[in-house]
């Protein structure tokens, strides 16, 4: 057959809407770098979504009023080489950063919070670190001597 | 002949000793040792230089004729944000509120929601005719401007027959022309009430523009990085049309009842909002150049395009970013204006005004009509000015009001007499 121009499923005026019932594509919610206004939520994406994607997405499937979306390619760096002196990419990344509508913030929890390191009474925990604190409390000098080692002496 | 003379061995200084002691029971004038000023260098690499640089570099600019000043002011291209008016960023008016230092208090001045109090309390006679009328303009006078209106809106709703509009050209098309003609139908037949508008200008798609600092960021990279930068912004406008007029507007409110309103600051970066750097020639302008007398602003209107008009956004369930729209637009315009005005008078960053500076704008989309009232109090918004001006400047406005309902059969259909009265009004506006 003779190379015809070939067109891919492309929206063209008059075609059906496209619609896809079950995405393969998977958001991920992180942090942003950069201090964002408190109504923006920073997104990773697939680099196939486009905005209007990301806006049904998070519409339909998770009804999160969104107001808008605006996204760019982070460009994974080719500069690291291994022990072979190849160049090794990172892989490159879509971000989305969407603006919520109705007045609504979000801001990124705290993932990894402050635990108090006290162990709790009668335990095995509480026996080890006191175990410990007791040998490390042997293991010093005698404070009397102000520092001085114990190369000296008799 | 040193060998004649009988000189002692030891030559005493005071030769002869007692010679001056007729001065003996006055005292020397004391001198006081005048050193010059001790001032930091001006060519050293170090930070009192810069700031002497600086210093010789404002009373340099404070000297200078006032064409030569905005020569200096606008010199350096730098990059620089540029802010549009008419914005899809959203929640916008907040940030335009912070960058220049604006206060939105909602509704008018007392100028116009006093004087129906007034109407209604001076004419007992007719009530129903007292509230179709406006101080200054009569009855008939108000009849006359009725018709005129409708005859405009018919002109463009009814009369004219246009071809279907190209994507997003309907405003362009049909408003645009609607609201050239009324601004010129009614700055014409109200210049018999208001004298101002004899010697008046009024331009027809002019262009606004309007530079200033506001702020300090650190430079994130290159060989000037780490040092703290004043974020630069520059505003190009073009409204629909303006009046300008000869003599100042009226203040408002004075400038110290300005210090109390609150401007809500935002300590984020304006490229989040977002808002997007250039670099090109810094230009400062009214709408005419320096000579020309009508140098103070008294109305500009602004059409509302089809991008932000409310149907679409209401397709795109974004109502509520209507009203902040059109807050941001008129927020921005009347700025850049007034600011021009101001520089063209000779007040900059570091002269600060000394009369508040007024302008009004009106924005529609055809059918709803919004009404803003500007009122600048200070161009002094760069760190080193800002750090102790209480003064703020303010920005009244309404929420939108519709004009009229529809055109049907050759008729205007629920013409609102209110909204009709608050433009003339507006346009009343005199000393």
Known sequence: ?154 | MAARTRLPLLFPKNLPPFRNQRLAHTEAAVKEPAYPPIIPSLTAKSKSARGRQVDEQVQKICASPVEEKISLITRIQRMKFVVYPQTFARNADTWYQHFTKTAYIPGLPEKYTLSPERDTGGEEEQPAAAQTTVPGVGHDGFTEIRSLVTRVILQEHWQLRNRAPFLYRKQEQTVGPFLRNLVTGLSFSLAKYNPLFLSSSLDIDPNVHFYWRRGQTIIPKGHRRGRQEPTRFQIDDRPNSQIRITEQLPQFISLEDSYAAEVQEVTLSPSVMPLFRRQYDNNMFTGAKLPDPACYGHTQFHLVPDRYHRDRMARLQQSDQVEVFLRANALTSLFAWTGAQAMYQGFWNHEDVTRPFVSQAVITDGKFFSFFCYQLNTVALSVETDANNPRKNLLWGTESLQLYDSVQDGEVVGLNDDVLKLLVQFLMNKQ
């Open chain 1, 1 to 154: 057959m003779p190379v015809t121009r070939v067109l891919y499923p492309l929206y063209q005026l008059g075609n059906p809407q496209l619609r896809i019932f079950r995405p393969n594509w998977f958001l991920t919610l992180v942090r942003p770098g950069k201090e964002q206004p408190p109504d923006t939520v920073q997104f990773r994406t697939p680099m196939e979504m486009t905005k209007c994607d990301i806006k049904n997405y998070l519409v339909n499937i998770y009804n999160v009023p969104v107001g808008a979306v605006r996204t760019r390619i982070q460009f994974g760096s080719n500069k690291k080489r291994n022990h072979r002196n190849q160049k090794i990419k990172q892989p490159d990344y879509k971000v989305a950063y969407v603006q919520l509508a109705q007045g609504q913030t979000f801001s990124f929890p705290d993932v990894f919070p402050e635990k108090d390191k006290t162990p709790e009474e009668g335990s095995m925990e509480e026996m080890e670190q006191k175990f410990m604190e007791d040998e490390k409390q042997r293991q010093k000098l005698d404070p009397r001597r102000g520092g001085v080692t114990e190369w000296f002496g008799l």
